[in-house]
Nanobody, 120 residues
Framework: QVQLAESGGGLVQPGGSLKLSCVASGSIFSIVAMGWYRQAPGQEREMVASINAGQAIDYADSVRGRFTISRSNAEKMVSLQMNSLKPEDTAVYYC??????????????WGQGTQVTVSS
């Protein structure tokens, strides 16, 4: 069974930094893409950053220039370095992975989420 485990969330001051990490485990044949999503109270879940198998990266406009996503296929891990954090970055952050468990079997997998709170 494929599982994702996030870590690194916490409480930080505005302007501070935080790094989130996500490790995938289980039967993974290949990874198509990994990314980070977030959901604030009363808001829809939004894509924060993603990186695909070709290392193409996409960022939400609200985080571009402040956040950096990185991926290690060998370690089946994706990280999100968050700098210059703002209160509006406060949300539960979820790791996402689209992957093949076998050549013809793929799916989207989600972590349980890690809370990021930016407050003074």
């Amino acid at each position: 069974q494929v599982q994702l485990a996030e870590s690194g969330g916490g409480l930080v001051q505005p302007g501070g930094s935080l790094k989130l990490s996500c490790v995938a485990s289980g039967s993974i044949f290949s990874i198509v893409a990994m990314g980070w999503y977030r959901q604030a109270p009363g808001q829809e879940r939004e894509m924060v950053a993603s990186i695909n198998a070709g290392q193409a990266i996409d960022y939400a406009d609200s985080v571009r220039g402040r956040f950096t996503i990185s991926r290690s296929n060998a370690e089946k891990m994706v990280s999100l370095q968050m700098n210059s954090l703002k209160p509006e970055d406060t949300a539960v952050y979820y790791c996402n992975m689209r992957a093949y468990e076998a050549p013809l079997k793929w799916g989207d997998y989600w972590g349980q989420g890690t809370q990021v709170t930016v407050s003074s």
